[in-house]
T-cell receptor, first 109, second 115 residues
Framework: AQRVTQPEKLLSVFKGAPVELKCNYSYSGSPELFWYVQYSRQRLQLLLRHISRESIKGFTADLNKGETSFHLKKPFAQEEDSAMYYCALRGGSQGNLIFGKGTKLSVKP | DGGITQSPKYLFRKEGQNVTLSCEQNLNHDAMYWYRQDPGQGLRLIYYSQIVNDFQKGDIAEGYSVSREKKESFPLTVTSAQKNPTAFYLC??????????????FGPGTRLTVL
């Protein structure tokens, strides 16, 4: 079964601390993975995708096929990073996104 | 922002009533989607449409209906058969599958409350 698991509902860190939001997936084919972010009072928006191997707002995510993970990392968290983060997998014949349940990141001053 | 709009922002419904949520996009996207967002549940796919006059059920289609008569519009009707309709509803659109450019763009959402 295709599934995305985000084990932490809430992650709280202090400003300047490293942050890692965990994402594990279950998919039989070659996965395509994304991180979406929803800041307070804003729309859900794409943060990054594994295929681009990019760093956005200091965040990176590496696809680890052996561990079936796509964890989101940032070395020094900022208060403006506080938001809801969703990991998503493109799966199925229609290529629809399968979302995890989300992790709320709270960065304290 | 812009490009994909949803209306109304807030909607209140009495039990037993059908209500329709609007979703419009001017991005020339082929595909459109409806999700339901509940606390602790993430986003769950209700319906999606890859092209005009065609749509498919998602994971939680029961109690919902859609139409796709125009490329720009994908309205969602929440029927009285939906047992727990109070939720935040998100519409999204994207170019069709088949490439790496089909990022989904989301609307601002509609919060539906059943009184």
């Amino acid at each position: 079964a295709q599934r995305v698991t985000q084990p932490e509902k809430l992650l709280s860190v202090f400003k300047g601390a490293p942050v890692e939001l965990k994402c594990n997936y279950s998919y039989s084919g070659s996965p395509e993975l994304f991180w979406y972010v929803q800041y307070s009072r804003q729309r859900l928006q794409l943060l990054l995708r594994h295929i681009s191997r990019e760093s956005i707002k200091g965040f990176t995510a590496d696809l680890n096929k052996g561990e079936t993970s796509f964890h989101l990392k940032k070395p020094f968290a900022q208060e403006e990073d506080s938001a809801m983060y969703y990991c998503a997998l493109r799966g199925g014949s229609q290529g629809n996104l399968i979302f995890g349940k989300g992790t709320k990141l709270s960065v304290k001053p | 922002d812009g490009g994909i709009t949803q209306s109304p922002k807030y909607l209140f419904r009495k039990e037993g009533q059908n209500v329709t949520l609007s979703c419009e996009q001017n991005l020339n996207h082929d595909a459109m989607y409806w999700y339901r967002q509940d606390p602790g549940q993430g986003l769950r796919l209700i319906y999606y449409s890859q092209i005009v006059n065609d749509f498919q059920k998602g994971d939680i289609a029961e109690g919902y209906s859609v139409s796709r008569e125009k490329k720009e519009s994908f309205p969602l009707t929440v029927t009285s058969a939906q047992k727990n309709p109070t939720a935040f509803y998100l519409c999204a659109s994207s170019y069709n599958r088949g490439g790496f450019n089909n990022e989904q763009f989301f609307g601002p959402g509609t919060r539906l409350t059943v009184l």
